[in-house]
T-cell receptor, first 111, second 114 residues
Framework: GEDVEQSLFLSVREGDSSVINCTYT??????LYWYKQEPGAGLQLLTY?????DMKQDQRLTVLLNKKDKHLSLRIADTQTGDSAIYFC???????????FGTGTRLKVLA | GAGVSQSPSNKVTEKGKDVELRCDPI?????LYWYRQSLGQGLEFLIY????????KSGLPSDRFSAERTGGSVSTLTIQRTQQEDSAVYLC????????????FGQGTRLTVV
């Protein structure tokens, strides 16, 4: 089945850029997503990218997709303490609308 | 309601007892998902309902777990004979059924089996 992997932790200083990486196995995934989970809260969609795109930018967020390597990344520019959260990569399993999530990356922003 | 509602928000139960977790999806969302979030384990897919189609139960960890969705709306996840390893946050999400649709998550039910 589909497998989605992320590193568990990332620590950056306030004002720096954060890059959160994700790898997946199903090359037929059409939509790839980034979700954010703040402490004690549910998950919220940050952004998503179609598989026919290489990059998507939305304000401080940049999503890069390398289909050949099945690698997805989320870059957060000018990271703020409010960005501290768990970030989940998710892919839409081929042929369904089922989401497969990664383990999540806990981002800690140091003041 | 405006969002996905789950109840109870917290549940403590004794090992061996059965529990029922409820999810009220957003009105009009035909897709409904249950996930389990354990500490350091990320989100584990449990079950997926889409309209009137047979549910995808491929993520249910054992036959102690079952779920139903009545009338295409409310869903109940039942865990029979709970074990300590069932302790986790159980998250429900719903979405419209099309590619790129956002999955809206509830706040989750934190289950503790003692």
């Amino acid at each position: 089945g589909e497998d989605v992997e992320q590193s568990l932790f990332l620590s950056v200083r306030e004002g720096d850029s954060s890059v959160i990486n994700c790898t997946y196995t199903d090359s037929s995934s059409t939509y790839l997503y980034w979700y954010k989970q703040e402490p004690g809260a549910g998950l919220q969609l940050l952004t998503y990218i179609f598989s026919n795109m290489d990059m998507k930018q939305d304000q401080r967020l940049t999503v890069l997709l390398n289909k050949k390597d099945k690698h997805l990344s989320l870059r957060i520019a000018d990271t703020q303490t409010g960005d501290s959260a768990i970030y989940f990569c998710a892919v839409g399993a081929s042929g369904t609308y089922k989401y497969i999530f990664g383990t999540g990356t806990r981002l800690k922003v140091l003041a | 309601g405006a969002g996905v509602s789950q109840s109870p928000s917290n549940k403590v139960t004794e090992k061996g007892k059965d529990v029922e977790l409820r999810c009220d999806p957003i009105s009009g969302h035909t897709a409904l998902y249950w996930y389990r979030q354990s500490l350091g384990q990320g989100l584990e897919f449990l079950i997926y309902f889409q309209g009137n189609s047979a549910p995808d139960k491929s993520g249910l960890p054992s036959d102690r777990f079952s779920a139903e969705r009545t009338g295409g709306s409310v869903s109940t996840l039942t865990i029979q004979r709970t074990q300590q390893e069932d302790s986790a946050v159980y998250l429900c999400a719903s979405s419209l059924a099309h590619g790129g649709a956002e999955a809206f998550f509830g706040q989750g039910t934190r289950l503790t089996v003692v």
